[in-house]
């Protein structure tokens, strides 16, 4: 209770990685900005103290830390282990508020929490970070397992019929006790929540995306943020302020991703074929230790003193206000769910190089149903020809009919997703409307709990 008012509680449980903590923190603060709601945010200790410094001194969002002992539960994690003390946790913060939390809010890889949900009669749903169409693709395959085990290098799938056929190359729970959030919004692989709603049996499926900390109308005080920049970012952006608008390429691959010595040979050398301007976020490849010193023989010879308009960036670049920057004009990216939303937010195309698992998927539905991307490379063991991503990075940055097209269908994207979160001046966004719909009806549905 604050200032003498009631707020009803959200329990938000991310998976403890990275690439499912930032989408829902993003998520914490769409919902903080719902007057009456707090946010808990639970999280083992070290994910707690990490996504501490990234909130604004004045939030709704607080952050609950969960026993978590490497020594007891071994690497990697078991997280059905926090299962019980997860529970005393909702049962501490029923009592010291008087109220059961109005819901919980987990992740799909934390399935057992809808045992802790049944148990204590809290409404629950599941927020799915990642793509509702690469999602729908994993829902139908773990349906029809059978439909994989296949000679065939392609096949479809008999309950996802609208989805492109599968390739074999892009290959690498059960969710219908629950509810549904996706990350996406209208227009953004609508056929997957389609598929979903068609699964779910008539139980809600929400689009109440893009949860990402890119777009404009995110609560996080931006001049707070400003006076958190890296001399880095300081570094990277007036790099960036030297070269006209859409003339450079972004290129990255995430925190925690690679590609073998051979690919990275071969990306740089169509890199600089490309005669385009480009950021690179560079990092040992794959099969070295992240942490070593960068060896000049990962390279061609003599090719950072050849490169003229190209920056090398190691191992960490601030994604965000690079990508924010009026010069960036592609994205060469691995089509993870948080680059795709945070480079369409800035309605900036993408050149597709999935590495594993939805981000086949994602590319593939970026590039058939939005047109807004081009795959030029799958996987870390793919062949990749520096020639032919040569001529992608040229067509993409370049005046051609393909690039213009690609860019104003991004952008089209961008207002898309700028007004599905507007809600100001009597106008509701398609996802700020599904919010509020989720919020009715974890509000109104009145379970019998074991917590008197």
């Known amino acids: 209770m604050d200032n003498g008012r009631e707020e009803r509680n959200i329990v938000m449980f991310p998976f403890m990685a990275p690439g499912h903590l930032n989408p829902f923190m993003a998520l914490a603060r769409l919902l903080e900005r719902k007057e009456g709601y707090i946010v808990t945010i639970v999280n083992?200790?070290?994910?707690?103290?990490?996504?501490?410094?990234?909130?604004?001194?004045?939030?709704?969002?607080?952050?609950?830390?969960?026993?978590?002992?490497?020594?007891?539960?071994?690497?990697?994690?078991?997280?059905?282990?926090?299962?019980?003390?997860?529970?005393?946790l909702l049962?501490?913060?029923?009592?010291?508020?008087?109220?059961?939390?109005?819901?919980?809010?987990?992740?799909?890889?934390?399935?057992?929490?809808?045992?802790?949900?049944?148990?204590?009669?809290?409404?629950?749903?599941?927020?799915?970070?990642?793509?509702?169409?690469?999602?729908?693709?994993?829902?139908?395959?773990?349906?029809n397992e059978h439909q994989s085990q296949t000679d065939d290098q392609e096949f479809s799938l008999p309950d996802f019929p609208e989805a492109s056929k599968i390739q074999q190359s892009q290959l690498g729970n059960d969710l219908r006790l629950t509810d549904i959030l996706l990350n996406t919004m209208e227009g953004l692989g609508d056929i997957g929540v389609k598929y979903f709603r068609r699964k779910m049996g008539g139980k809600p499926v929400w689009m109440i995306g893009p949860a990402c900390s890119s777009m404009k109308n995110d609560t996080h005080n931006q001049e707070e943020r400003s006076e958190k920049l890296s001399s880095k970012t300081d570094n990277c952006c007036e790099w960036l302020d030297l070269h006209p608008p859409t003339s450079v390429l972004y290129v990255?691959?995430?925190?925690?991703?690679?590609?073998?010595?051979?690919?990275?040979?071969?990306?740089?050398?169509?890199?600089?074929?490309?005669?385009?301007?480009?950021?690179?976020?560079?990092?040992?490849?794959?099969?070295?230790?992240?942490?070593?010193?960068?060896?000049?023989?990962?390279?061609?010879?003599?090719f950072e003193e050849r490169i003229r308009e190209g920056l090398l960036v190691h191992k960490w670049a601030p994604q965000q206000e690079i990508l924010s920057h009026k010069s960036i004009g592609g994205f060469l990216s691995h089509c993870g769910w948080n680059p795709v939303l945070e480079s369409l937010s800035q309605g900036i195309p993408i050149i597709g190089w999935p590495l594993s698992g939805e981000q086949c998927f994602n590319s593939q539905m970026l590039e058939n149903e939005v047109g807004v991307c081009i795959e030029v490379?799958?996987?870390?063991?793919?062949?990749?020809?520096?020639?032919?991503?040569?001529?992608?990075?040229?067509?993409?940055?370049?005046?051609?009919?393909?690039?213009?097209?690609?860019?104003?269908?991004?952008?089209?994207?961008?207002?898309?997703?700028?007004?599905?979160?507007?809600?100001?001046?009597?106008?509701?966004?398609?996802?700020?409307k599904a919010i509020n719909d989720f919020l009715g009806t974890a509000t109104s549905i009145k379970k019998s709990s074991i917590l008197k």
């Not at 410094?53 to 539960?73: G, W």
């Open 44 to 88: 083992t200790p070290l994910n707690i103290q990490r996504l501490r410094p990234s909130l604004p001194s004045k939030t709704n969002i607080r952050l609950a830390e969960i026993p978590f002992h490497v020594t007891i539960y071994g690497l990697p994690p078991a997280s059905e282990n926090l299962e019980s003390p997860f529970k005393s």
């Open 91 to 143: 049962i501490n913060i029923t009592e010291q508020n008087a109220r059961v939390p109005v819901c919980i809010i987990s992740d799909m890889f934390l399935g057992w929490t809808v045992k802790v949900e049944n148990e204590l009669g809290i409404y629950h749903a599941v927020f799915i970070a990642g793509a509702g169409y690469s999602m729908a693709i994993y829902f139908s395959l773990s349906l």
């Open 252 to 302: 990255s691959f995430g925190s925690h991703n690679t590609i073998l010595p051979s690919q990275m040979m071969e990306l740089a050398l169509s890199l600089e074929a490309s005669n385009k301007a480009f950021m690179w976020v560079i990092r040992p490849p794959f099969g070295f230790s992240s942490t070593e010193d960068f060896r000049a023989e990962w390279l061609p010879d003599g």
């Open 377 to 432: 490379a799958r996987g870390v063991n793919s062949e990749t020809k520096h020639d032919e991503v040569a001529r992608v990075i040229k067509m993409v940055l370049g005046k051609t009919e393909k690039g213009e097209e690609m860019r104003r269908k991004a952008n089209q994207m961008k207002e898309k997703m700028e007004d599905s979160l507007r809600g100001a001046g009597g106008f509701e966004g398609s996802s700020i």
